[in-house]
């Protein structure tokens, strides 16, 4: 079935630094990408989204870029601060559906 | 605006029960809600999709028997997990696609159930 990849599973960065996790989808027709950042026990958060139209979108120190060709999509986070920690998940609309399918999702711990 | 809740938050039951979960879009109507569930340390996993007014579409290996789905207004859509059985313990979280907003889902607090 239509999947969607997401490397890596943790990551670890100094604080300051720059974080990148980076996700690969299966279905051509996925047009919409969202990114959530989920605290333990929380609901996921959605901290930026992409349409297939747009090839990059940042909102302050969060960035996302979609390669459709390749098809695939990346989170980057620049100046990386200790409350950046969580898990982070990609995800991709089935088709032309709603459906959402969701990465395996990546560990962020910022150090200090 | 866009706002879901979840009830209960959390809960505990003993095997063999019937656990019903109730989803809520607050201030807005959603013909379309999700239901997933997450394992520990795992990711979201869709279970069904569901429909206000008819029957709900179940993911492929998700007993349709065992979750019972529905959808009977625009507001509210409940998960009732039949013959509960510790294996079913999980976080199941439902979302509420708001029409217009381009796919968009927005998220219920989560559901803590524990079988035991």
């Known amino acids: 079935g239509e999947n969607v990849e997401q490397h890596p599973s943790t990551l670890s960065v100094q604080e300051g630094d720059s974080a990148v996790i980076k996700c690969t989808y299966s279905?051509?027709?996925?047009?919409?990408f969202p990114w959530y950042k989920q605290e333990l026990g929380k609901r996921p958060q959605l901290i930026i989204d992409i349409r297939s139209n747009v090839g990059e979108k940042k909102d302050q120190r969060i960035a996302v870029t979609l390669n459709k060709t390749a098809k695939h999509f990346s989170l980057h986070i620049t100046e990386t601060q200790p409350e950046d920690s969580a898990v982070y998940f990609c995800?991709?609309?089935?088709?032309?559906?709603?459906?959402?399918?969701f990465g395996q999702g990546t560990r962020l711990t910022i150090n200090p | 605006g866009a706002v879901v809740s979840q009830h209960p938050s959390w809960v505990i039951c003993k095997s063999g029960t019937s656990v019903k979960i109730e989803c809520r879009s607050l201030?807005?109507?959603?013909?379309?809600m999700f239901w997933y569930r997450q394992f520990p340390k795992q990711s979201l996993m869709l279970m069904a999709t569901?429909?206000?007014?008819?029957?709900?579409?179940?993911e492929q290996g998700v007993e349709k028997d065992k979750f019972l789905i529905n959808h009977a207004s625009l507001t509210l859509s409940t998960l009732t997990v039949t013959s509960a059985h510790p294996e079913d313990s999980s976080f199941y979280i439902c979302?509420?696609?708001?029409?217009?907003?381009?796919?968009?889902?927005?998220f219920g607090p989560g559901t803590r159930l524990t079988v035991l």
């Open positions: 569901s429909n206000e007014g008819s029957k709900a579409t179940y």
């Open positions: 995800a991709a609309t089935l088709g032309g559906a709603q459906k959402l399918v």
């Open positions: 279905d051509s027709a996925s047009n919409y």
């Open positions: 979302s509420a696609y708001l029409a217009g907003s381009y796919n968009e889902q927005f």
């Open positions: 201030d807005f109507q959603a013909t379309t």
